[in-house]
């Protein structure tokens, strides 16, 4: 399809890109103190960007000369990208953090990445690969950066910038590997050359797809990539820590299903089908030493912090562990289990922080000690945060359980040699167990009895019911939600 021809599918993009420059000259007309607005204009933008991403949901098709593709697939993680940054947006106004600073810029720069992404989520061609992960990467640079006032924050952008440098040349050093053996870009044309290869370029297959890995383990924060994350998620303004903890995530996690499964295996698995593997490449076990590393790592550091926000910085990592499990296996039910995950992580980590936002604004703290008593002093705050960490934890009746209980049974469904992978990440929940209900024993069991009730604001209790009431509704009925990932399992591929 030509470029001409392919503006006419791309319609949800270009609404977005009128959002952005809408919000730019808006926010040049608008005093300091009332910058706020440019995040209601970005709000009410995204939910039309939304309705156009619905209304082309089932179409399937390649545009730009088969740079990128139009899916249900694509259209799925732009959905949930896109309620991340709504979230996120409303949020922001509400944040104490932010108060001093004027914020047309930083809703302009989430709209930017909320574009980044939606190139991450759709692109089947290594160049857009690297210029949509750069995109989020550099929005992001600046604003984990965002408060310029507060050391740690300027601390945070610098270690951001300079670990992400450091694993966006690795990965472009794996892409020009790639570029090199089969003399493309293209995904569909590079699966074809790959499997044209005999099998004394394994080798370097092999080493491109390790140093690719680290491009996209740098986003999903998988260890050994992960070094950013506890400095940067501390630094960072809490609504940024929020948004990076999910949103880039989903799009880095969209990125290796599609690429690992449509370059090298057959693309089978995205259809539902046996993916089955173009050369004898050993891609499962080191996904599969990945997840187990990445977890396992996460889980044993969040027990020693004493900041309630650096221990959510290495649950996130964990959390990216989990999802990791099901890549191995890489089939349909795989590849299921990790869009019902995002979509229950979504909702319970959103939360988590968004009451690490309202007892920031309350106390200014956010160590254990500040925890001290909530549960009896802020009825409501102690509810919802148990609530999130019963469900991080991954016990039922919690939408975190259903994720993790797809995510381990498309590995018990991939065979014998996968049931290890089980078990380990069953002992990992079980550690987990340990720092997140060390929060709810603060809230209770520790600290002062306060006769005063206090009650978090009109907004952010809305918005704490707004992720509450799915993580606990989603761990009783999560039918809706399965058949949505169900209809959004529908790729544009290439088979051999």
Do not use: C
Request: hydrophobic fraction near 55%.
């Amino acid at each position: 399809m030509t470029n001409l021809q392919s503006l006419s599918f791309y319609y949800p993009e270009l609404i977005l890109t009128v959002v952005i420059l809408a919000a730019i000259i808006y926010d040049l007309t608008l005093d300091k103190s009332q910058s706020g607005k440019v995040g209601w204009l970005l709000v009410v933008g995204l939910i039309g960007v939304a309705l156009a991403i619905v209304f082309q949901e089932n179409k399937v098709t390649t545009l730009f000369s088969d740079a990128i593709v139009l899916d249900p697939f694509a259209s799925f993680f732009k959905l949930i990208v896109i309620l991340a940054t709504i979230f996120v947006s409303i949020v922001s106004l509400q944040s104490g953090e932010l108060k001093a600073y004027r914020k047309g810029e930083y809703f302009t720069l989430l709209g930017i990445i909320t574009f980044g992404l939606f190139l991450m989520v759709s692109t089947v061609d290594l160049i857009l690969v690297y210029l949509s992960i750069e995109i989020v990467s550099i929005m992001s640079f600046v604003l984990a950066g965002y408060l310029k006032q507060n050391t740690r924050s300027n601390e945070a952008g610098l270690k951001y910038v300079v670990y992400g440098a450091f694993s966006s040349g690795i990965m472009l050093f794996g892409l020009s590997y790639i570029y090199g053996l089969t003399g493309s870009t293209n995904y569909f044309e590079i699966q074809h050359a790959l499997a044209g290869l005999d099998s004394e370029a394994n080798t370097a297959i092999v080493m491109a797809m390790i140093l690719m890995i680290a491009g996209f383990g740098y986003k999903i924060s998988a260890v050994p990539f992960h070094f950013w994350t506890p400095d940067v998620y501390e630094g960072a303004p809490t609504t940024i820590t929020a948004y990076l903890s999910v949103a880039p995530k989903a799009g880095a996690f969209a990125l290796m299903i599609r690429f690992f499964n449509q370059v090298l295996a057959d693309g089978g698995g995205m259809g539902g089908l046996d993916s089955s593997s173009i050369a004898t490449l050993p891609w499962p076990e080191i996904f599969s030493l990945l997840a187990i590393i990445t977890m396992t790592l996460g889980n044993l550091v969040a027990i020693q912090q004493n900041s309630i926000k650096r221990m959510l910085a290495y649950s996130s990592v964990a959390h990216a562990g989990y999802m990791l499990l099901a890549m191995p296996v890489m089939s349909g039910d795989s590849m299921y289990a990790i869009m019902m995950y995002l979509v229950m992580y979504l909702f319970m980590n959103l939360g988590a922080f968004f009451v690490v936002i309202t007892v920031q604004n309350k106390t200014g703290g956010e160590t254990f000690d500040d925890y001290k008593g909530l549960g009896w002093e802020m009825p409501m705050i102690g509810i919802v945060m148990t609530i999130f960490m019963v469900s991080l934890t991954g016990l039922p009746p919690t939408a975190g359980f259903i994720g993790k209980f797809y995510i381990f049974a498309s590995l018990i469904k991939g065979g014998n040699e996968f049931y290890w992978l089980v078990m380990i990440g069953g002992i990992n929940s079980v550690i987990s167990l340990f720092y997140y209900l060390r929060v709810v024993k603060v809230m209770y069991f520790e600290g002062e009895s306060h006769e005063k009730i206090v009650q978090p604001p009109t907004v952010m209790a809305a918005l704490l019911l707004a992720t509450a009431i799915p993580t606990v509704l989603l761990g009783v009925y999560w039918t809706p939600i399965a058949d949505w990932v169900q209809r959004s399992l529908v790729f544009f591929i290439q088979t051999l």
